[in-house]
């Protein structure tokens, strides 16, 4: 079974839906992050949690909003959905090791959602 | 200026040749460097830390430039299923997004 997994894996939604993406983990890992990637835009980072009571803005979250329900969960929503909102979408773990006393955060990627919104 | 840079590529090799990727960051304070495998329509995976001394794995190479503020990826004697794209990745505690992807640089490997 996958360690990191997201539903739906496709969808296709028209503008001013609401939509929510969700992320499951059984890694045990505290911190968790939801990315979108746009072609030659690379993965950018919408928001991240390190544990279930934290939730911080990443570069791009204006027109999103998580939930962080319980450690192993983490979902996303697009309350109003808008064309520039199709990408793939991806959540990733990981733990809060050090490596020689600086952090690592080595990211363990879901398989992704490509959402299109009409 | 982006804070990870990469050149995008494509890179197209023959198979057996080696092919080396640079990785710039404008960021002093990063701390910890990754290079990510990600092959089309999938998740990226981490493919090598990158530490200061440098390190190897197999065929793959990885090495740290802090006073030039660079990485690198090395890879020798490159296979058909080395054909990816390869993301740079930079890990800035001080930085609110923490975790700067780089956009990726992609490679194909010809028989």
């Known amino acids: 079974d996958a360690d990191v997994t997201q539903t739906p894996r496709n969808r296709i939604t028209k503008t001013g839906k609401r939509i929510m993406l969700e992320c499951s983990q059984t890694?045990?890992?505290?911190?968790m992050y939801w990315y979108r990637q746009d072609p030659g835009l690379g993965l950018r980072l919408i928001y991240y949690?390190?544990?279930?009571?934290?939730?911080n803005k990443g570069e791009i979250s204006d027109g999103y909003s998580v939930s962080r329900q319980a450690q192993a969960k983490f979902s996303l929503s697009l309350e109003s959905a808008i064309p520039n909102q199709t990408a793939l979408y991806f959540c990733?773990?990981?733990?809060?090791?050090?490596?020689?006393?600086?952090?690592?955060?080595?990211?363990?990627f879901g398989p992704g959602t490509r959402l299109t919104v009409l | 200026r982006k804070e990870v840079e990469q050149d995008p590529g494509p890179f197209n090799v023959p198979e057996g040749a080696t092919v080396a990727f640079n990785c710039t960051y404008s960021?002093?304070?990063?701390?910890?460097f990754f290079w990510y495998r990600q092959d089309c329509r999938k998740e990226p995976k981490l493919l090598m830390s990158?530490?200061?001394s440098g390190n190897e794995d197999g065929r793959f190479t990885a090495q740290l430039n802090r006073a030039s503020q660079y990485i690198s990826l090395l890879i020798r004697d490159s296979k058909l299923s080395d054909s990816a794209t390869y993301l740079c990745?930079?890990?800035?505690?001080?930085?609110?997004?923490?975790?700067?992807f780089g956009s990726g640089t992609r490679l194909s490997i010809r028989p």
């Open positions: 990733a773990t990981s733990d809060s090791q050090e490596d020689a006393g600086r952090p690592t955060d080595t990211q363990y």
């Open positions: 890694k045990g890992h505290d911190r």
């Open positions: 949690s390190f544990d279930v009571k934290d939730i």
């Open positions: 960021n002093s304070a990063s701390q910890s």
């Open positions: 990158v530490y200061s």
């Open positions: 990745v930079v890990n800035i505690p001080s930085s609110a997004s923490k975790i700067i």
